[in-house]
């Protein structure tokens, strides 16, 4: 059985501990939510007051110009590129993970439209999995609505028979948030464009994660969040990847995205009535930037690419599925007994950077009192508890430190206090 000691160790040697100076942590706290909400990295108070005190303070409307406040969706959009497998030019930063969702799958949609040729006429059919978060079904849900699709819901062992010639587009979340389970994107993604359909992508809780290469998977469109392993903040803007063939398509067939707002426009200081594309990734930005949003997430992203040096996604990776590995053991070995069901796959290849348990009873309150000690994880309905492992400034000594949290909540009961089985607004 691994002892701290055992974990101390592993924490002296880690080739990555130093990552972790990069974060301001609460002393007394575990955190293994970083799935859900990213720690706030140490530069992004400075660098937001910059941008506050001096930027808007001082430059006013002329930092547009003097910083460069126009460019940021496309410099934060390439820093992102880094860690998703994509050139410079081909992400856009800025809005939420939702509405980003919404233009590249009206785009998709489109492009399905277009297409001259037998059988694309009944390509009807969005596929995704039953348990997608919420928010990309209902997306997914009002586009078919509006544009005549069907939105077809399956488990993940049923998406194989799903290639045909009905399907449009397969929309899928890189690591399901509610198993932690992760999907083949190049293999998916070549069936997909085996039957002629397109494949977009969620990377929520893959982006800084999990090593993702859209190029070379051969994606069609993906989007993803930066509140979560970007670590831009709370409501952090999102950012949206289109392959360059896309882009070039949409260009030479004037195809438009749906919300074709002034900062998609090729000129938005012409002021002109008419709507008119902008070229390459531009054309899929809508609305004035976030400047303070981006600027935070600017300095998430640095995270990251703090990590290139010591070997980048991969490093991160290996330490990943070491953290995830340790806790899945010393869980089964402490915890035994106590009802706890594994629900992320053991497997590496099918895992991504979180360990989601499941349990009939007192799932949400067990979560409550861990936090109540310090340890922040999280609780998704009706019975799971969620525990995000983020390498940059996760400690081993810490995942032993959470479990034998958890073996004392769930040896003494102490779950089942009243005050932590009074549900909050947000779980």
Not at 129 to 134: A, H, K, L, T, V
Not at 227 to 249: S, T
Not at 251 to 267: C, I, K, M, N, Y
Request: aromatic share 8%; with cysteine; net charge neutral.
């Amino acid at each position: 059985m691994t002892t701290r000691q055992d974990a101390l160790a592993l924490d002296a040697s880690d080739p990555l501990a130093a990552l972790r100076a990069q974060f301001t942590l609460p002393e007394g706290v575990i955190y293994l939510d970083g799935n859900s909400l990213g720690v706030l990295p140490a530069a992004a108070p400075q660098r937001v007051a910059r941008a506050v005190r001096q930027e808007w303070g001082e430059g006013l409307i002329r930092s547009w110009n003097s910083a460069n406040w126009v460019t940021l969706p496309q410099r934060v959009g390439d820093k992102i590129g880094r860690v998703i497998g994509a050139q410079p030019g081909e992400t856009l930063a800025g809005e939420s993970t939702s509405v980003n969702l919404y233009k590249v799958l009206a785009a998709a949609l489109l492009l399905v439209g277009q297409r001259r040729g037998s059988g694309d006429a009944a390509r009807r059919v969005i596929v995704s999995e039953r348990s997608n978060f919420p928010t990309d079904l209902y997306i997914a849900e009002g586009l078919a609505r509006q544009h005549g699709f069907e939105l077809r819901l399956v488990e993940p062992d049923e998406i194989a028979a799903q290639f045909g010639p009905s399907l449009a587009v397969l929309m899928l979340t890189h690591v399901n948030y509610r198993s932690g389970r992760m999907h083949d994107m190049a293999a998916l993604t070549r069936a997909a464009h085996d039957c002629g359909a397109l494949a977009l992508w969620d990377l929520a809780h893959s982006a800084g994660a999990v090593p993702v290469d859209l190029n070379a998977a051969d994606a069609d469109f993906a989007v993803g969040c930066g509140y979560k392993y970007l670590n831009g903040g709370p409501g952090a803007p999102a950012f949206l990847w289109v392959h360059p063939r896309h882009l070039q398509r949409m260009e030479r067939d004037d195809l438009w995205q749906p919300l074709s707002g002034w900062f998609g426009h090729v000129a938005p200081f012409d002021f002109s009535p008419h709507y008119r594309p902008a070229g390459g990734i531009a054309r899929f930005a809508c609305g004035t930037p976030p400047v303070l949003g981006l600027t935070a997430l600017d300095a998430g992203i640095d995270t990251l690419l703090a990590a290139e040096p010591a070997g980048g996604m991969a490093a991160l990776r290996r330490k990943s599925l070491a953290l995830t590995d340790l806790f899945i053991a010393l869980v089964e070995q402490r915890c035994a007994g106590h009802g706890l069901e594994l629900v992320t796959p053991r497997e590496h290849a099918l895992r991504g950077s979180q360990v989601n348990l499941a349990r009939r009873e007192g799932g949400y309150a067990i979560v409550q009192a861990l936090i109540a000690r310090g340890v922040i994880g999280d609780f998704r309905a009706p019975d799971v508890l969620r525990f995000g492992f983020t390498p940059l400034y996760t400690r081993f000594a810490e995942v032993w430190d959470a479990v034998e949290h958890l073996r004392q909540v769930l040896d003494t009961g102490e779950w089942r206090q009243a005050r932590f089985n009074q549900k909050a607004a947000v779980t």
